[in-house]
């Protein structure tokens, strides 16, 4: 493993961390009149995605490496369609509630194939092991919404 390989591999992560983000932002304050009992985990979710982002952000420039911090190709097409399912179904907080999740379970996918792969430095592991079991966490809490 080198320096480079490792700070491809948390670009990767940061780029899933942005699509967190930015998918977080789609969550509109409806949904909380009929899920209100999820508004403060949303709420730490959304502090504690900006902080793993921050935290990538200080590993890939300790690895010597220069920082992407788009979003993927791939969480831009998902958020455009739910933009379009939510306009076809507005109002629908079990929908949006729904790509929360989906989210959640892609992002942990991600950080279980980085994880597995050998292009980790050993310092960047603990990192990307920390931000995967906040991933797991945060899933659980939303978990009974697939069910």
């Known amino acids: ?4 390989e490792t700070v491809s591999v948390l670009n990767d992560l940061l780029n899933i961390t942005m699509d967190r983000i930015k998918g977080f932002n789609k969550v509109e304050e409806k949904v909380w009149d009929t899920h ?11 502090a504690e995605s900006e902080q793993m982002k921050a935290d990538l952000i200080n590993c890939i420039t300790e690895h010597g490496g220069e920082y992407d911090d788009s979003p ?7 958020r455009a369609w739910i933009d379009v399912k939510n306009a076809f179904t507005p109002n629908n ?3 949006t509630l729904e790509n929360v999740v989906f989210g959640e379970k892609s992002a942990i996918a991600a950080y279980q194939e980085a994880l597995q792969g050998d292009q980790l430095s050993p310092e960047s592991i603990l990192l990307v092991q920390d931000q995967h079991q906040k991933l797991q966490n945060s899933y659980a809490k939303f978990q009974s919404l697939e069910n």
Do not use: C, F, I, R
Request: hydrophobic share 30%.
């Open 93 to 95: 907080a079990e929908s």
């Open 1 to 4: 493993m080198t320096n480079q």
């Open 72 to 78: 993927t190709v791939s969480g831009t097409v998902h």
């Open 36 to 46: 209100s009992y999820l508004k403060n985990d949303y709420e730490e979710m959304v």
